[in-house]
Every structure is written in C-alpha cells, then in structure tokens.
C-alpha cells in the first residue's frame, strides 16, 4: 500500500475509493527551470564581461532570488502531487489540492495518444498524452508531465476493463 497524504485519504473516504495501489510522479518542467535559472547565468555573463560585479550582484538580489523562489515553490507543489491509482478509482493531486477524484465506473475509455511535428522528412516535436474519457462527456488530458505516462495509461486502461 501506497502512503498517502492526509488530504487525499479524505477525499478518497468520500469518493469511496479504496486503498492506494501506486503513485504515478510528475517531473519538474523543463520551461520554469530554464527560466528559473536564465537570470542566474545573466548575471555571471553580466559580471565576467563588464568587470563590475555590481550590476551582477543586484540582477541576483532583485531578479533572481524572487524568481528562483517561486520556482521552488510551484516546483516542490508538483513533486508532492502526482496521480494516484486505487482500487475504486484514481486521484490527481497538485501539492495540497485534489484536482480531481474518479471512480472506475467514470470512465469511458482510456487512450494514449502520441503527436509528431514533422518539418519535410525531420521529425521537429513529438507530444504524448493520455486521454481519460468519462461517461459524463468531460475528457481528462494527462500530459507528458507525468513519469512513466504510457506505463500510466496502460495500468487505467486495465482498471477500467474490468
């Protein structure tokens, strides 16, 4: 049994979704790391190219501290969520938000999708995701932001046949 946290065992009381049979982990993204960490660089080029470390140390105390913060805040909230698989359903959870609870018998189908961008013969971009259709007509859209995102789709796929 999966531990889980204090907020999703209430909820999954509620939802009656059973025990917690595995946590499917999200990875930082990639966008926000670069531009948590741009400023930083800036400034050593800033410093090493002018001489004066003055302009390089405000552009870290004003710019980066603040940025690089936030970062590490919205980053340690998508650490500590992710996607949980019960035996009743499943959850997702940012930080101490429970985005949404599901039971099995929500589910329509689950499908996982892959998308390339191609430039002429070049494969450019390749997107993946994994679709979560309920029976009320609302769509889930699990994106590549989540480890093992296909080995996720196959284990809901399974649970919802049967």
């Not at 001489?51 to 936030?70: E, I, K, M, N, Q």
């Not at 930080?95 to 099995?104: D, P, S």
């Not at 859209?141 to 989540?146: F, H, I």
């Amino acid at each position: 049994m999966i531990p889980t946290p204090p907020h999703l065992k209430a909820t999954a009381a509620e939802r009656d979704l059973g025990d917690c049979l595995r946590r499917y982990r999200r990875r930082p993204g990639a966008i926000g790391t670069f531009f948590a960490f741009a400023p930083l660089a800036g400034a050593l080029a800033l410093g090493i190219r002018e001489g004066d470390t003055t302009g390089a140390l405000a552009v870290v105390l004003f710019v980066w501290t603040p940025l690089f913060l936030c970062w590490c805040i919205s980053t340690q909230r998508r650490l500590d969520g992710g996607l949980y698989v019960f035996d009743g359903g499943f959850a997702d959870v940012h930080g101490r938000k429970v985005l949404f609870a599901i039971t099995w018998p929500e589910v329509r189908s689950v499908e996982f999708e892959t998308r390339s961008l191609w430039a002429g013969l070049i494969p450019v971009a390749a997107t993946t995701n994994c679709v979560i259709e309920l029976r009320n007509c609302h769509r889930i859209e699990l994106n590549g932001s989540y480890r093992k995102l296909k080995r996720l789709a196959e284990d809901l796929h399974a649970r919802t046949i049967h």
